[in-house]
């Protein structure tokens, strides 16, 4: 197979041209590297006309170089995780027109009148409909891909198409591993070392998430996107599309909630470092808030009335079997938002909504407050019953 990078302009465009049915009029598109993520390239290919995106996979982690090995079939599956969210949730992920397997290459409609969640969040921006639309895409992927929906037969044979061991073991090590102890990929700001350093000291603290990580390698429960934090997300006021399933695999259900709640709580704690006005970063914490229990609330319900209208399962249909199944997923996806949100902060790969605070000492208010939600988190999962439980918590950790 093919593993080099497009070599210039030209290659790119051969590539778009030949397996779309755009780039015809003889005018000349542009293209330009718009990747900003850690592992891939991308690239818009452009003209009056139309525009598509192309995003190809390299044998290797782009931000670190060949010293990273990676396995390319991590494209297939992001291609045919977009088809198949794109089945069950159309309004919320971008159109797949083509996977090339010899050039490690997709090629997808371009959302370039979106903006990135993260850079959204950062800048305050009202987006009045994003929980619900988070919420119905969750629901309705997740449901779809699980035993609740799928015959046994067709779970299985999904689960086996969608082994995906590089990227999982690139979360096994980065959330769960090395903000638990000294390890050399961490990135610490000094003022916040000592909260570090209590951490990698903290016994029940590790027990906890070497359960999370059991749970992440184990449960293999539906088809998950895998790295659902707010640049993975783009958005309008009234639109909400996912990108970047490359990370997919069957996992809990709770690691995609809990990896957004995550990110949402990262931008709370943003926000106190951040420029601005106090009351409008506060209204915008409170927004934070109530975005996170419309998520779970949409997700709850959906969930729920698709169980309900749909599972064929006459044992997973037995009377308050998926209020429990739900009600797992509630405390777990805390426990995941809990290690999205320390890894973030202590760990390899950082969130612009804490790193661009550029002062250290107001950063590390900000971070001390991100660590100890995340440490509370993780210990109190099982005890923080609902959002507005969840609410109060966040505010007694300020
Ligand atoms: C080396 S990859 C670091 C992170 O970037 C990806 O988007 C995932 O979140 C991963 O953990
Ligand atoms: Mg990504």
Same mark, same amino acid.
């Given at each position: 197979m093919t593993t080099a990078k497009f070599a210039n302009d030209a290659e790119v465009i051969e590539f778009a041209r030949t397996n779309t049915p755009?780039?015809?009029?003889g005018e000349a598109p542009s293209v330009e590297e718009i990747g900003d993520g850690n592992i891939n390239f991308v690239y818009r290919v452009k003209d009056s006309k139309d525009s598509v995106i192309v995003k190809q996979a390299l044998p290797y982690v782009r931000i670190i170089g060949e010293g990273w090995p990676l396995s390319l079939d991590r494209i297939r599956i992001e291609a045919s995780t977009l088809k198949t969210e794109g089945q069950w949730a159309e309004a919320y992920v971008p159109k797949v027109y083509c996977f090339d397997e010899q050039q490690s290459a997709v090629i997808m409609e371009d959302?370039? +009148?979106? +903006?990135?969640l993260r850079h959204a969040l950062i800048a305050r921006k009202p987006l009045p409909a994003l929980g619900r639309h988070l919420g119905e895409f969750l629901a309705e992927t997740l449901f779809h891909t699980s035993d609740f929906y799928l015959d046994t037969y067709q779970k299985k044979a999904a689960v086996s198409s969608n082994i995906n061991p590089d990227l999982c073991k690139i979360t096994e090590e980065l959330f769960f591993w090395d903000p638990f102890? +000294?390890?050399?990929?961490n990135a610490i700001n000094p003022a916040v070392r000592p909260v570090a350093e209590a951490i990698w000291q903290d016994e029940v603290l590790k027990i906890e998430a070497a359960k999370l990580k059991y749970h992440f390698m184990t449960d293999a429960q539906a088809l998950l996107h895998g790295d659902l934090h707010s640049g993975s997300v783009f958005v309008t006021e009234t639109s909400t599309k996912v990108i970047d399933p490359e990370f997919a695999f069957y996992g809990p259900m709770s690691f995609d909630i809990g990896s957004v709640i995550g990110n949402l709580l990262l931008n709370f704690a943003g926000q106190i470092g951040l420029e601005g006005d106090t009351e409008e970063k506060r209204a915008y914490q409170m927004y934070l808030l109530d975005t996170i229990e419309a998520l779970w609330h949409t997700f709850e319900a959906n969930f729920l009335e698709n169980v309900k209208s749909k599972c064929q399962d006459p044992v997973f249909n037995a009377p308050g079997f998926a209020q429990a199944f739900i009600g797992h997923v509630w405390h777990e996806s805390l426990g995941y938002a809990g290690t999205e949100i320390i890894r973030r902060t202590i760990g390899l790969a950082h969130v612009a909504d804490l790193d661009s605070i550029e002062d250290e000492q107001i950063r590390s208010v900000s971070e001390g407050l991100a660590l100890s939600v995340g440490v509370t988190l993780i210990k109190q999962r099982h005890e923080i019953r609902s959002p507005q439980v969840l609410r109060a918590v966040i505010q007694a950790a300020e």
């Open positions: 755009y780039f015809t009029s959302i370039g +009148d979106h +903006d990135n102890c +000294d390890h050399e990929r």
